[in-house]
C-alpha cells in the first residue's frame, strides 16, 4: 500500500485544528459586535469571553495534546512503510474520534460523549504507536 495515503487523517485532524481557529475568529467577531464582552478584561483573561467562545479556545487547545502524538505516528509509519488498509482504518476512525469530541466541544459541551470520543481516540492512537512498536522491534 503507499505509505503517503497515511497523509490523508493526517491532513484531516490539521484542517479540524485551522478550522477551529476560524470558529474561535467568528465567536470572538460576534461577542465584541454583540458588546457581550469587556476587552480590557480579556486582554488579560481569556475566561472573560462569553461561554460559546471559551468553549471554542478550551478546544484548541486540545488539539495541541493527543493530536501532537497522531501527528509522530503517522510520520512513523510513513517512513516505516507500515502504512496497511488497518492501519489507514484506524487512523481515520482517530480523526473521527477528533472530530465527534470537537464538535461536540463547541456546541453542547456534554462531557460524557466528549469523554468517550476522547477514550476511544486514545485506545487508537496506542494501537497504532503498537504497530509502530512492532514495526521497530517485529
Not at 7 to 23: D, E, I, R, S
Request: charged content about 15%; overall charge positive; glycine content about 4%.
Amino acid at each position: 500500500m503507499n505509505a503517503d495515503l497515511i497523509f490523508g487523517p493526517l491532513l484531516a485532524q490539521m484542517l479540524l485544528t485551522v478550522g477551529m481557529f476560524g470558529l474561535l475568529a467568528v465567536r470572538k467577531a460576534q461577542a465584541v459586535r454583540m458588546k457581550r464582552v469587556n476587552l480590557k478584561q480579556t486582554a488579560l483573561d481569556h475566561s472573560a469571553w462569553p461561554d460559546d467562545v471559551v468553549k471554542v479556545s478550551n478546544n484548541i487547545a486540545n488539539q495541541f495534546e493527543t493530536p501532537i502524538l497522531f501527528y509522530i505516528v503517522c510520520l512513523a509509519l510513513s517512513q516505516l512503510n507500515a502504512v496497511s488498509a488497518t492501519v489507514l482504518m484506524l487512523s481515520w476512525l482517530y480523526v473521527a474520534t477528533r472530530f465527534v469530541h470537537g464538535f461536540v466541544h463547541v456546541r453542547s459541551n456534554r462531557v460524557p460523549i466528549r469523554l468517550r470520543a476522547f477514550a476511544a481516540g486514545l485506545l487508537i492512537l496506542f494501537v497504532l504507536m503498537l504497530v509502530i512498536f512492532w514495526e521497530v522491534l517485529g
